[in-house]
T-cell receptor, first 115, second 110 residues
Framework: GAVVSQHPSWVICKSGTSVKIECRSL??????MFWYRQFPKQSLMLMAT?????????EQGVEKDKFLINHASLTLSTLTVTSAHPEDSSFYIC???????????FGPGTRLTVT | RKEVEQDPGPFNVPEGATVAFNCTYS??????FFWYRQDCRKEPKLLMSVYSSGNEDGRFTAQLNRASQYISLLIRDSKLSDSATYLC???????????FGKGTTLSVSS
């Protein structure tokens, strides 16, 4: 099956710093990537949809200036959490798919802890 | 009303038991339905798609009732390795993001 990687798998950073998370499709070209966030005992919540070569579409309540998404190639999307605060601590998961896809493939997730 | 609702559990069952999870959804136009499994601190993994005619994969049976906007998952002969959180998931249109329920936690004990 298709493989999606994420890096880093976990990160601890200080409040006020920025953190970049990479999502890569290893064996297919992903025209669309999705970024989700999951707080403990909560469901995965969609943050934004990213199409290669265009601006990401953010869900209501997600600050686009705080969560910068770049999808510059068909195999890489990045999420940068700017000026991180402790309340940004969460599990961030990306998924990727091709145009008109039926199935999405998930990365292993990145656990962010902001101290 | 939330888009996908599930009983959070936890469901604590002995090995060999049969257990059923239910899920309701609010958008009657939803097109695709799935059950995912998520282990602690891991990404969700597709367990099975759900079709209107019902479908089975080994010990797992999924049902969809579009009229009632209701989805179910039945697990027969539970194994210890079935312990996980089961997520009811739907997609409104092809190519769009998946919408997740909160999940139902299953714990199978020996």
């Amino acid at each position: 099956g298709a493989v999606v990687s994420q890096h880093p798998s976990w990160v601890i950073c200080k409040s006020g710093t920025s953190v970049k998370i990479e999502c890569r499709s290893l064996d297919f070209q992903a025209t669309t990537m999705f970024w989700y966030r999951q707080f403990p005992k909560q469901s995965l919540m969609l943050m934004a949809t990213s199409n290669e070569g265009s601006k990401a579409t953010y869900e209501q309540g997600v600050e686009k200036d705080k969560f910068l998404i770049n999808h510059a190639s068909l195999t890489l999307s990045t999420l940068t959490v700017t000026s991180a605060h402790p309340e940004d601590s969460s599990f961030y998961i990306c998924s990727a798919g091709t145009s008109g896809m039926y199935e999405q493939y998930f990365g292993p997730g990145t656990r962010l802890t902001v101290t | 009303r939330k888009e996908v609702e599930q009983d959070p559990g936890p469901f604590n069952v002995p090995e060999g038991a049969t257990v059923a999870f239910n899920c309701t959804y609010s958008n009657s136009a939803s097109q695709s339905f799935f059950w995912y499994r998520q282990d602690c601190r891991k990404e969700p993994k597709l367990l099975m798609s759900v079709y209107s005619s019902g479908n089975e994969d080994g010990r797992f049976t999924a049902q969809l009732n579009r009229a009632s906007q209701y989805i179910s998952l039945l697990i027969r002969d539970s194994k210890l390795s079935d312990s996980a959180t089961y997520l009811c998931v739907l997609r409104n249109q092809a190519g769009t993001a998946l919408i997740f329920g909160k999940g139902t936690t299953l714990s199978v004990s020996s």
